[in-house]
């Protein structure tokens, strides 16, 4: 009876958990430096009166080379991730043929500080020891908290990352494609630019599980400062 009930309960409780986390964690990074980044040199180049056809070429130069240098720091972050994974692993095998018993040993050791009383552990020690992957899994696991990484990963986080960059860059440079006039496009760009911002600090609030209005204000507020930064230091220097 009990153990209907709790299958009851398991098949009325569905949980949504998001799952595409380092996804999300790498179209953050590249959106928000790309909204950020290119918006600051064309309010600076507009503070130094620069045209719309120069200040649109420089943009769309930054973005390419701003794309292709985070998608390059996101593909090495990733791969380095998964080198780190690999000598450990290699590591924790050497140690599990040489010294069984005193991995045995960090086994019992680990499962005692879930609470489990030696006379439940033993079991699952002699087991293990049995099943060298899945010792070896177990090991990897819970003595050094790593999770084996996805052979793709360094791709797939170059290409988003890339991509995500690309497409924050763009916002800030449209009103220079129809605004021949710098001290007019720029005007355009802020505002297109601190709406974008405050829309995607809303999403990254939303998906990051922080409160969406403070992270849209907050991240508003930086691309603000950031153009504001630009545009009076390209003033200064011009003055």
Known sequence: M????????????????FTAGE?????????????????????????????????????????????????????LAAKSEAD??????????EEIIAVPDTEAAEVAEILSRYGIEPQE??????????NPQAWLDFMMKFELGLEKPDPRRALQSAF??????????????????????????????????LIALFCFGFAKGYFTGNNPIRSALQTALIGAV???AAFGM??????
Do not use: C, W
């Open 2 to 17: 009990a153990g209907e009930q709790e299958k009851l309960l398991l098949d009325e409780h569905k949980e949504n958990h």
């Open 121 to 130: 552990y033993k079991p699952v020690v002699n087991a293990l020891r049995k």
């Open 23 to 75: 996804i999300v964690r790498d179209m953050i990074i590249g959106v928000s430096d790309g909204l950020t980044v290119p918006f600051a040199l064309a309010a600076g180049l507009s503070g130094a009166n620069a045209s719309s056809s120069i200040i649109l070429t420089a943009g769309i130069a930054e973005v390419a080379a701003g794309a292709i240098s985070m998608g390059l720091g996101g593909y």
């Open 226 to 228: 950031a153009s504001a």
């Open 234 to 239: 390209a003033k200064a220097v011009q003055g």
């Open 84 to 93: 780190h994974y690999m000598r450990e692993l290699k590591r924790e095998e």
């Open 160 to 193: 988003t990352i890339a991509i995500s960059y690309v497409v924050g860059g763009i916002v800030p440079l449209i009103p220079y494609i129809f605004i021949p006039v710098a001290s007019k496009a720029v005007l355009a760009s802020v505002a297109i630019t």
